[in-house]
């Protein structure tokens, strides 16, 4: 089979960092190619590259056998070349078919959509991809929305089409439907790179894998049916990587966590959580299954202190938490992960030592009367770097300065060292390698087995079905389903709204 794409020691240095280094890459006609990495392996970078917004300082890439330069996306655009980002780019107030039509030369001065919602609708049928083209991309769900920027893609002509991590915000339901889509394209004779550090679905979708490590090729184009997801984990962290961890069956203990009818708004002032219900036992996690923006950040801010409940009651350990402050919360007993970690659990300029010690610069022996011990404090930040290993060249390092992993360590250290009776763990490892997931999964384990309780809220089913004691489910603010079985199937329709007995008849 021919190369379509070729890129020959491809090297991209950002300050600082090598990005890129000597890199070699091939794609061939009609076929789904993974590029597989930890974060921060230049996975992104690379495809930036073929994708032209970045250009690289040594290496050439070839398009059909023709040298290639690439000043602007549209220069890869021209050539069939285009990239989805996790991001999306989409005008939330125009339709679907005005956002396809954005930035394009055609139509100019007279815009009938009627006729280009035809030929939206005739090219989302062609390819599996259904959507209405005259919706506002607003009432669209993140898979249809999803849908939209392919089409904006396939409607440009490309022959290469680069995905960015797409299932990061997709439902199970919504995977398997871009699954058979990235296939009938692959029908239609289009080539995919599907960047990902998903072992699971890697092995499932790609026809090749090639794997980067450091910014460094480890392995190229291995067919998926010659490894396995134990050997593509080595490849890319560098050691042995244990996918079954050890969970030890206990019986919950005391209720930590009950939440009584608590509702709450989101940031555009409309209800986010709608009467909830729940408990939390010592020694129990608990996890909460739904696909995001259905309230399960409303759900963790509003039990840290964070937001506030416009109804019902929060209580730790039996003491009446509702709408107080975050600083009440850590009193009794709560930590928290946040899912920013960059903005909200930590902050990014000042360096780990003063991170670590947020929670106990009050208390001694950090604090000397009204003074900061900085001696006690440096050997607080010291001993914690060594138990939660965390890579940085000292504790004075600004956390700015970190890799995701390290940094969830950090907050991690800071938070776990606090010996917590309830832990509400948001997203603890979007985002991470595998080899990192594996760190924080383990340590959650290790927190319940001390006896914390432990709220967590995950995208990912895997981790949700790996970790839990028990599973509810939430759709829009409500939640739908406690106590939830273990089932792919079932748990994903009813994270998209589907009804209990529904659930029961898909599984079976």
Known sequence: MDNLIEMRGITKRFPGVIANEDVDFKLRHGEIHALLGENGAGKSTLMSVLAGLYRPEAGTVLVRGNPATFNSPRDAIDLGIGMIHQHFTLIQSQTVTENILLGLDEPRFLMRLSRYDKQMAHIGDQFGLQVTPD????????????????????????????????????????????????????????????????????????????????????????????????????????????????????????????????????????????SIDLKVRSGEIVGVAGVAGNGQSELGEVITG???????????????????????????????????????????????????????????????????????????????????????????????????????????????????????????????????????????????????AILLVSEELEEIFTLSDRIVVVYEGEIVADGVEADAAKVGLLMTGGSHEAAEEHAA
């Open 135 to 274: 919706a506002k991309i607003w009432q669209l769900s993140v898979g249809e929305q999803q849908r939209v920027e392919i089409l904006k893609m396939l409607y440009r002509g490309v022959e290469v089409l680069i995905m960015d991590e797409p299932t990061s915000v997709l439902a199970p339901q919504e995977i398997d439907e871009l699954f058979k889509t990235l296939r009938s394209m692959v029908a239609e004779g289009k080539s995919i790179v599907f960047i990902s550090h998903k072992l699971h679905e890697v092995m499932t979708i790609a026809d090749r894998i090639t794997v980067l490590r450091q910014g460094k090729v480890t392995a190229a184009g291995i067919d998926p049916a010659t490894t396995s997801k134990a050997e593509l984990a080595n490849l890319m962290v560098g050691r042995k990587v244990l996918f079954e961890l050890e969970k030890i069956d206990r019986e919950p203990g005391d209720v930590v966590l009950e939440l009584a009818g608590v509702s709450a708004d989101n940031d555009k002032r409309l209800p986010a959580l709608r």
């Open 306 to 452: 964070l937001r506030t409940c416009t109804s019902g009651s929060i209580r730790v350990n039996g003491k009446d938490v509702t709408n107080r402050s975050a600083r009440t919360s850590i009193d009794f007993g709560v930590a928290h992960i946040p899912e920013d970690r960059t903005h909200v659990g930590t902050a990014p300029n000042l360096s780990i030592t003063d991170n670590v010690i947020m929670k106990k610069y009050r208390t001694p022996p950090i604090a000397r009367r009204t003074l900061l011990d900085r001696d006690a404090a440096q050997k607080m930040a010291e001993g914690l770097k060594a138990e939660y290993t965390i890579l940085a060249p000292s504790v004075e390092t600004p956390t700015r300065m970190l890799s995701g992993g390290n940094l969830q360590r950090v907050i991690l250290a800071r938070e776990l060292s606090s010996e917590p009776t309830l832990l509400i763990a948001m997203q603890p490892t979007r985002g991470l390698d595998v080899g990192a997931i594996e760190g924080v999964q383990r340590m959650l384990l290790e927190q319940r087995d001390e006896g914390a």
